[in-house]
T-cell receptor, first 114, second 113 residues
Framework: AQSVTQPDIHITVSEGASLELRCNYS??????LFWYVQSPGQGLQLLLK??????LVQGIKGFEAEFKRSQSSFNLRKPSVHWSDAAEYFC????????????FGTGTRLTVIP | DVKVTQSSRYLVKRTGEKVFLECVQD?????MFWYRQDPGLGLRLIYF???????EKGDIPEGYSVSREKKERFSLILESASTNQTSMYLC????????????FGAGSRLTVL
């Protein structure tokens, strides 16, 4: 069965510092991987996705993520964090284009300090 | 851009009340979903629908039902609300073809007293 682990419940970084949010998944075939962001009181917004091809994917707001099959990971990175990046981040894995469900991690809350 | 609208952002209900959460999408998407979000548990799928009048159970359907009478509208129903259904409810939609990318509404925060 698919599962997603986000080992960090809460991360605090200083504005301007680099960021890496970890995501590990369990899935038998090639996964479809996603990162979503949720600002306080809002729904989820897609940051980026990986379906196939280049394992380094670029997303919105300056985020990127790298798919590493050998490590079953899809970590999210940003070279310089802005105060507006404070939010909750969710990693998700899906079965493919026709799948009816995504499996979400439990989320990582990011706090940005001045 | 696809817009998914959840008409009720905040609701307070009493135990035993019947609760309707409404979701409307404006991009002719075939698939619609209801998720429940709780701290430390992430998002869990309650029900989804892949066509009008069609529905399938997700991971946690107990205590919930759904209705999809029109393509653009997907309702979540709590027949008799209980305190353990206090949560954030998120609706999402997705095209039936192409990429498996969900578009979410802003959420409905339900408190059951």
């Amino acid at each position: 069965a698919q599962s997603v682990t986000q080992p960090d419940i809460h991360i605090t970084v200083s504005e301007g510092a680099s960021l890496e949010l970890r995501c590990n998944y369990s899935y038998g075939a090639t996964p479809y991987l996603f990162w979503y962001v949720q600002s306080p009181g809002q729904g989820l917004q897609l940051l980026l996705k990986y379906f196939s091809g280049d394992t380094l994917v670029q997303g919105i707001k300056g985020f990127e993520a790298e798919f590493k099959r050998s490590q079953s990971s899809f970590n999210l990175r940003k070279p310089s964090v802005h105060w507006s990046d404070a939010a909750e981040y969710f990693c998700a894995v899906g079965e493919g284009t026709g799948a009816n469900n995504l499996f979400f991690g439990t989320g990582t809350r990011l706090t940005v300090i001045p | 851009d696809v817009k998914v609208t959840q008409s009720s952002r905040y609701l307070v209900k009493r135990t035993g009340e019947k609760v309707f959460l409404e979701c409307v999408q404006d991009m002719d998407h075939e698939n619609m979903f209801w998720y429940r979000q709780d701290p430390g548990l992430g998002l869990r799928l309650i029900y989804f629908s892949y066509d009008v009048k069609m529905k399938e159970k997700g991971d946690i359907p107990e205590g919930y039902s759904v209705s999809r009478e029109k393509k653009e509208r997907f309702s979540l129903i709590l027949e008799s609300a209980s305190t353990n259904q206090t949560s954030m409810y998120l609706c999402a939609s997705r095209s039936g073809s192409g990429a498996n990318v969900l578009t979410f509404g802003a959420g409905s925060r339900l408190t059951v007293l």
